[in-house]
């Protein structure tokens, strides 16, 4: 349907055109306290946080950053972000304080919405880096979002923005320990949600469990714009937790998770009767086991569908949701997402069950990286192909698997944990020569994070003072899960820290 109001907006007139005309229609609820919010309400107030922003002086273009905690107001900001003609900058609610400043140096955001617990700490850091104003995203008091829209009349009309103008960007870390912009255009996001919609078979009759973060490309651009874009309800949580997710499963349809979810799922009682309701469940952003798989199938009569994504390029390949769904693999490529394997060396396109880097190319394809036009060249070809830095290969039957990362990548709950950004912070610690850091299985988080460090010699180096050194420094989720403490890494002819023996060495650091 059409909306004049929002037709002008690539991305947002998709968001809303499921829901015009059903404006009573629930679209998120509360888990907790069983609040519910309706379409026409919840886009109503992000018309409101729009004004606020262009109040603020927030121009097309420009960059809007924000921290704070997942709640329906995060959500109805970045709706109205988009809708102000914005580039939304979600921010890890774990990153540092020293972590944000390099953000908002890098991005120059005109605004900073950040929790109000926060905001002593981070405005120094954003006065610095020029940001040209702060808001607190919390309760209605003095330089708070909630007042700024309070403050203004009903309506807006969107911003004018076209398919290749930026919606988004997000920060991926980068193996040199700078972290990279990806931008997002409108195009990518709305052509990714509209496929995987389609894909899933989302309708309006669908409730879905997000507990998912909102920084991240799974619970933001997948979780709540496939929603939206379906009209579907979302049972709206803070966070994971297993008994409320069982409380919600009776009354929902699908629920989208990382390995972990269903890990520790498996552990409640009751698990199959809770689940007879549902008929979809998606697992991303770390790689899921086949006995998870396997147990998972046993138990409630379902196969979990497991996809492969990443931050520059939102989902690539799915399993199908009519069809086998293979433990192990990611599945086929989505709809005009084209996918091959390509040697390291020479970026031929290798054959059936040759093992090499893969790349993408399609409309989900990122822009390229902010402000870094030689990494984008190093990565994004002049015909649209994007080389992912992961190692895999496609079977005879056409499923994608996964078998390495090159660049050492380490995903852990989901997250993406880069190892030489860590390693910098060790090696400048006391009594340490130097480090290696890397991921080895983990039975809840996918992989847990290994540092294996040589002290200097006579040194009484221990695992506490590593950790205690960096606990200022990093998000929780990159701290290592495990010191180790080593007279000398193993090197191979040419000098280079073998990690792939360290891997080995070290694969059962987590087993029971």
């Not at 420009?62 to 905690?69: H, I």
């Not at 990382?258 to 790689?287: D, H, I, K, Q, W």
């Not at 997250?415 to 480090?435: G, M, Q, R």
């Not at 994070?449 to 040589?454: I, K, L, Y």
Request: net charge negative; hydrophobic share 40%; charged share 20%.
């Amino acid at each position: 349907m059409y909306d004049p109001s929002y037709a002008s907006n690539n991305l947002v007139s998709k968001l809303r055109a499921a829901s015009i005309g059903h404006d009573q229609a629930c679209f998120l609820e509360d888990a907790a306290s069983g609040t519910a919010t309706s379409y026409g309400a919840f886009f109503a107030r992000a018309e409101q946080i729009a004004k606020a922003l262009v109040a603020r002086g927030l121009q097309p273009g420009d960059r809007l950053a924000v921290q704070a905690p997942k709640t329906q107001a995060m959500l109805e900001l970045y709706v109205g972000t988009v809708m102000a003609g914005g580039v939304f900058l979600p921010l890890n609610t774990a990153y540092t304080a020293s972590e944000v400043a390099y953000f908002l140096g890098d991005a120059e955001p005109r605004l900073l919405v950040c929790d109000p617990g926060r905001l002593a700490e981070l405005e120094p850091i954003a006065t610095a880096a020029g940001v040209g104003s702060i808001l607190t995203l919390g309760p209605d008091e003095s330089g708070s979002l909630t007042q700024a829209c309070d403050e203004q009349t009903p309506g807006f009309e969107a911003v004018t923005r076209q398919a290749t103008d930026l919606a988004a960007i997000l920060y991926t870390s980068g193996t040199t320990g700078r972290s990279k912009g990806a931008m997002l255009s409108h195009a990518a996001l709305a052509s990714n949600s509209e496929t995987l919609k389609d894909y899933w078979q989302f309708t309006r009759d669908d409730v879905l469990i997000h507990a998912l973060p909102i920084f991240h490309t799974h619970g933001l651009f997948v979780a709540t714009n496939v929603t939206l874009m379906a009209g579907s309800a979302c049972l709206f949580m803070p966070s994971f937790n297993a008994e409320t997710i069982m409380l919600a499963m009776p009354r929902a349809t699908a629920l989208m998770g990382v390995p972990t979810f269903y890990v520790r799922l498996l552990e409640m009682p009751g698990l199959a009767e809770a689940s007879a309701n549902m008929r979809l469940f998606v697992s991303g952003s770390a790689p899921l086991l086949a006995e998870t798989h396997d147990r998972w199938r046993a138990i409630t009569g379902h196969a979990i569908l497991e996809r492969y994504g990443m931050t520059e390029t939102n989902m690539n390949t799915s399993n199908p949701y009519e069809g086998e769904r293979r433990a192990g693999t990611v599945g086929f490529p989505l709809p005009g997402v084209e996918l091959k394997v390509t040697s390291p060396e020479t970026g031929e396109s290798l054959g059936i069950d040759e093992i090499g880097v893969i790349e993408v190319r399609g409309p989900n394809v990122f822009s390229g990286y902010w402000r870094m036009p030689e990494k984008t060249a190093e990565e994004l070809r002049a015909d649209g192909f994007f080389i992912t830095g992961d190692l895999g290969k496609i079977d005879n039957q056409g499923y994608v698997h996964i078998v390495g990362r090159g660049k050492d990548l380490i995903i852990t709950g989901g997250y993406n944990v880069y190892p030489k950004e860590i390693e910098l912070l060790i090696d400048d610690l006391p009594d340490v020569i130097e480090s290696a850091v890397i991921g080895v299985p983990h039975a809840d988080f996918g992989e847990g994070v290994v540092a294996v460090v040589v002290a200097q010699p006579n040194a009484q180096l221990d695992e506490n003072q590593v950790r205690q050194g960096l606990a200022d420094k990093l998000a929780r989720f990159k701290q290592p899960k495990r010191v180790v403490i080593v007279e000398a890494l193993p090197r191979n002819t040419m000098g280079k820290v073998q990690k792939n023996l360290l891997r080995e060495q070290y694969k059962d650091s987590f087993s029971l």
